[in-house]
């Protein structure tokens, strides 16, 4: 079972890393422009948004949204932390192992030939740090490609600075 006090924990550390590598990709000329890495932002922020918006029983209606920038993704990315807390914040227990049911299960089912098993909304806030994890890997590697320099966003790091709080640019 996943519990509250994990999920805090990983949430904060993912806002930390995010607003880490939104600091990275604006400091860079090359990194603003590159399309491959706002692909991988713009993919990292929807699914963030997408559980939120599954969590709370809303339609997932203009997902993925148009940005005329990389600032307009960053600041839409930054709005969902406040969003995502207020709404993890205020579930019971109960309602945090309750199965949830995501409208993309067909796709799964299709992909991976059988059914998913049933998730409750704990696992999928996990599934979801679990995600932003793997991808800012993707956009740290993307920046190093650029000749940008990636932030350095473990876990791990995040522990032992303190449990820092996010520095969006």
């Known amino acids: 079972m996943v519990n509250r006090e994990t999920l805090n924990d990983l949430f904060r550390q993912m806002e930390w890393a995010d607003a880490a590598v939104w600091t990275a990709v604006l400091a860079s000329p090359a990194a603003v422009e590159d399309k491959k890495l ?45 969003q995502a807390f207020a709404h993890l914040d205020a579930l019971s227990d109960g309602e945090l192992n309750q199965p949830l049911a995501l409208p993309w299960s067909a796709m799964l089912e299709a992909r991976l030939g059988r059914p998913p098993a049933p998730t409750t909304k704990a696992e ?46």
């Open 38 to 82: 706002r692909e991988y932002l713009t993919h990292l922020h929807v699914v963030q948004r997408a559980f939120l918006l599954v969590w709370r029983g809303e339609p997932l209606t203009g997902l993925p949204p148009e940005f005329s920038d990389a600032q307009a993704l960053m600041n839409w990315s930054r709005d969902y932390y406040s």
């Open 124 to 169: 999928t806030a996990l599934q979801v740090a679990m995600h932003s994890t793997y991808h800012r890997g993707q956009i740290n590697a993307r920046l190093r490609e650029i000749g940008a320099e990636p932030p350095l966003v473990d876990y791990i790091v995040w522990l032992w600075q303190g449990r820092p709080a996010p520095v969006w640019p």
